[in-house]
């Protein structure tokens, strides 16, 4: 079996605020987490932090201007943390983003290689952002991936089946959290 971790991607406060609908994603998420650690799997999680200031934010890139306007996602700020329901234990990494995808301006790469992961489980808000960005990051660098289509989640209900119904499966393997639990149980 390859050698993989669990991504944990953009489950903040204001994220979660803003995109949870009440459909038990927050138990089903702390679920692939504690299955995961069972299992031997490092789960690392992704957040995305601006700078104070802004000086990471070209004028140019309209998701980021429209987040800079809303005052979301400044690093330190309250909103930007981890969901407590899902949060991370001590000796879990946490790696900060700068844009859509999980690799651009972390150090998430340099995390995995040292550590010899060869294969990602992709979870997180929103399915059409930083899964879809990350996915097809990953895949051009030749990781394995799985999607947990239930450990996604999206504002746009009928986009996230899309994705994980019709593209995602182009390059991953896309499973139900319960079905992976089983997978992996040691």
């Known amino acids: 079996m390859s050698n993989s971790a669990l991504l944990v991607m953009d489950v903040q406060q204001d994220i979660v605020d803003i995109a949870d609908d009440g459909s038990g994603y927050l138990p089903r998420l702390r679920r692939a987490i504690d299955g995961a650690r069972a299992a031997g799997i490092p789960v690392i999680y992704v957040v995305i932090g601006l700078r104070p200031g802004h000086p990471d934010v070209g004028p140019r890139n309209r998701v980021l201007n429209s987040i800079v306007q809303a005052g979301l996602f400044t690093e330190g700020a309250p909103g930007t943390a981890i969901h407590e329901d899902v949060a991370p234990r001590q000796d879990d990494i946490v790696v900060t983003k700068r844009r859509a995808s999980a690799f651009s301006g972390s150090d998430l790469d340099v995390v995995l290689r040292a550590r010899g992961i060869d294969s990602l489980v992709l979870t997180g808000i929103a ?18 991936l799985t999607v947990l289509a239930d450990a996604c989640l999206d504002t746009d209900p009928e986009v996230h089946q899309f994705l994980t119904e019709r593209l995602f499966p182009q390059w991953a393997d ?3 959290v319960e079905d992976w639990l089983r997978a992996i149980a040691p």
């Not at 399915?127 to 990781?143: E, I, R």
């Open 127 to 144: 399915t059409s952002g930083v899964v879809l960005h990350t996915l097809c990051q990953a895949n051009d660098q030749d990781f394995g």
């Open 174 to 176: 896309v499973v139900a």
